[in-house]
């Protein structure tokens, strides 16, 4: 016995020292590539990052200035391996804290720089693999867009009123100016899109993705209008019925729990805000066949979607785990084939720009001052996971190429008006 402990002893006082030298090693490869990442990709601006070892490095120079630590050495690892999804996770779990600043002011600075990360051989190489698994997570059958409509939309109404406005508009509001409030924005959002639908009295429409039901009611209540609402929630369902009962215009707006490939009907105009991006590119032909199929032949549809203002990529790693599982984000060229094949002629595409990272900065804000609402329901790490969420996405349409496309669609090239005079003005036969 006492020579069995003498040798187990003895194994651990020549193992230990090899074993721990072994992950000090390792430790300092992974903490050499992602600071030799850091030293090229940030030139504007200043990161002070402390290392689970203690050490602490300044990267850039200048304002604004951020500091922040990593606290375990696998954090390092898996950031330095596929910062795309490692640096949400380490966010929400601790091993990623910011001591100066905010997660916002770290994305803004990392992602403002990011011009530099192409000579990163790691980030190309998580990219590339993106992308050739691209078609599995963007294969969204009937039965799979519900299930993941639930994950995000199915969330408590709590959550939402915490950051929305009144109308629960949960997309891209329309800034007329800086100083715009978030429900001025949203208001602005809707009667612009109203206004490129052209819409007449009596006219029945069908609302893609209709949401908590506001669009509707705002197109049938000014326009004096019918709306048919599809949606694959069942809470938003919910609300927006009752919400339409409160208001009087179960009469001319009905939702239905629906995928849009399931609708018959033929309706004058379509509109869909914020759908698309849950469609799927191998999907986008049978979308807008679908929008052709349900059109009249005088019908004109409006499509708002976020977009890509670069050549198609892959889905965010840590969005597509986290928030919209099945989500992705196109590219205009993507999305223009797909509406020749149907038939339709595109009439006009706005490209907006900027108004989506103010929205977000003011969702953002709410969030924040209601933290303490939504941790009463939820746990400290889901607050952190959709401050993360808020944040990179704002983050992504200051610097990621994300924008919002509104693409204007028609069977003829007479049903929509030559000058785009009527969408500033409003339409005249509509009571703006």
Known sequence: MNDRTEVSKSTATRVLPVAHDERQGRFNIWKYFLGGFLTRSITRGTLILTFPDGSRHRFGSGE?????????????????LNPDLAVGEAFMDGGLRVDSGDIYGFLDLVMGNLGATAKSPVRRFWLACRRLIRPLHLFNPASRSRANVAHHYDLTDHLYEQFLDADRQYSCAYFAAPDDTLEQAQAQKKRHIAAKLLLSPGQRVLDIGSGWGGLARYLSREADVSVTGLTLSEEQLSYANAQTAQTGLEQRVAFHLRDYRHETGRYDRIVSVGMFEHVGTPHYRSYFDSVANRLTDDGVAVIHTIGSSGPPGAPSSWIKKYIFPGGYVPAMSEVLPAIEKSGLIVTDIE???????????????????????VAGVYDDRFCRMWEFYLAACEAAFRHGGLVVFQFQLAKRNVTVPVTRDYIAQGDPRARY
Do not use: G
């Not at 604004?64 to 330095?80: E, G, N, V, Y």
């Open 351 to 373: 490209v907006l720009r900027l108004h989506y990272a103010e929205t977000l900065r003011i969702w953002r804000q709410r969030f924040l001052a209601n933290r303490a609402k």
């Open 64 to 80: 604004p200035q951020i500091a922040a630590t990593i606290t375990r050495a696998q954090t390092l690892r898996r950031i330095t």
